[in-house]
């Protein structure tokens, strides 16, 4: 409830938490007990009611229910949702779509009237990367470096209105990436040599932006992320005995250091081709709130053999080449395409099993079981790395220092899988719960 206009205007954080509180019809006399300044509608009722008993009733009717959207981030998620689409046009003819499909807790909307289209992120209340997003949104706006500028942001209500950079993705465009069509190699060299555009502006980081830094994607990240590929992929989902599994902790302690020596630069750490997005022949980022530093071939890494997208090998090479050269005219000279191609390969077999361990969590955990359909993509990526691993160890003696040590038991649980029944693993897993 707003009050008499005080001498000075109450602050924008006030203002942010009132709500609305139903209709109310007052007689005159109750501004007699509204003092100067912000003030609690509650505190005046009481005041009335201890002098006149019996003067405040409500009214309620029959049959009835009540729901305080309150603010702008409820009423988005009350909105609801048209039978056999995703989009709805409530007043004021504002088209709301639910974007789903990606991995987090956050919620997506976007919003279109005519011209005009938004994208709205809402985090959950506990969600502590918030800020965090506003601050990153910010620096890589100074750096040119393509995120989805921000509208406005309320940190109350964890909410983030964006711009909307459209529909196309890298994901999208990748066919056309096999099939040579201009549009297609061109975005894809786009989003290679952002990494090294990115990687470019840590020092500046450090000064400009310190919540950049503030984690890093070392030693231990690492070996948590092979230890989760281990519980929620190998264990979770596909079934296998965990204490017959432990011949792989050396192996992922080896990997972990040997990824972890690596140059360590700012990555987004979910670069795949979702999350990548070509408009007005600019690569534009989204979800980069996990951006820190980390091992250098790690972002080149989760593009080159992401799990969503069949990229040929001719195709990976020549990116990892072009790649070789953006780093040796804006890192280190000193960086030789056989070294290049070394760390970006053993970040692949880290990145990999961080994807699985992901899908057997986000679907046999949090239900979202179409994460499944990517399972065996990514499965034949990891085969297909372990062995360009072991050629790369024969054929290149400097680039092979860069290599992580021969990982045999992990070899050999791979190729111990019966890809018959990893398909009927996954159905089962992919069915609806019973009941």
Wanted: net charge negative.
């Amino acid at each position: 409830m707003a009050g008499r206009p005080a001498a000075t205007s109450a602050s924008s954080a006030v203002a942010r938490r009132l709500t609305y509180a139903g209709v109310g019809a007052f007689a005159r006399r109750i501004l007699d007990d509204v003092p100067e300044g912000a003030s609690s509608l509650v505190d005046v009722l009481a005041k009335l009611l201890s002098r006149e008993p019996g003067a405040v009733r409500a009214w309620m009717p029959a049959n009835v229910a009540w729901s305080d959207v309150g603010t702008f981030a409820r009423w988005l998620d009350a909105q609801p949702e048209a039978e056999g689409s995703a989009v709805v046009a409530p007043p004021p003819a504002v088209a709301i779509e639910r974007i789903r499909g990606h991995g987090s807790d956050r919620r997506f909307w976007r919003l279109q009237r005519g011209d005009w289209a938004a994208v709205a992120m809402v985090s959950p209340p506990a969600d502590t990367e918030h800020e965090r997003f506003v601050a990153l949104a910010a620096f890589l706006t100074r750096h040119d470096l393509g995120p989805a500028a921000i509208l406005r942001a309320d940190d109350d209500e964890k909410m983030v209105l964006m711009e909307d950079l459209g529909r196309r993705s890298l994901h999208s465009l990748a066919a056309g990436v096999e099939a040579d069509e201009p549009e297609a190699v061109a975005a894809w060299e786009l989003a290679t040599d952002q990494i090294a555009r990115l990687q470019a502006v840590t020092e500046a980081a450090r000064v400009e932006c310190p919540v950049a830094l503030d984690r890093a994607l070392d030693e231990t990240v690492l070996r948590w992320e092979t230890d989760y590929f281990r519980e929620r992929f190998l264990v979770g989902l596909l079934g296998l005995d965990g204490a017959a599994l432990e011949s792989l902790t050396p192996e992922f302690a080896a990997l972990a250091a040997t990824v972890a020596a690596q140059p360590s630069y700012l990555l987004h750490r979910d670069y795949q081709s979702q999350n990548l997005l070509v408009r007005d022949g600019r690569l534009r980022l989204v979800d980069f709130q996990g951006l820190r530093p980390g091992p250098f071939g790690y972002d080149l890494a989760s593009l080159l053999w992401d799990p969503y997208v069949a990229l040929g090998a001719h195709r990976r090479q020549a990116l990892i080449e072009r790649y070789a050269g953006q780093a040796h005219d804006r890192l280190d000279a000193a960086l030789t395409p056989g070294a290049v191609r070394a760390m970006v390969l053993a970040s692949a077999l880290q990145r990999l099993m961080q994807a699985l361990g992901a899908y057997g969590f986000l679907s046999l955990v949090k239900g979202r079981r179409g994460f499944l359909e990517h399972v065996p993509r990514g499965l034949a990526h990891l085969r297909d790395v372990l062995r360009l691993v072991d050629e790369a160890r024969a054929d290149d003696a400097v680039g092979a220092r860069r290599l992580p040590p021969p990982l045999p038991a992990l070899s050999a649980v791979l190729a111990g899988l019966d890809d018959n029944l990893l398909r009927q693993r996954l159905d089962e897993a992919a069915a609806p719960p019973a009941g």
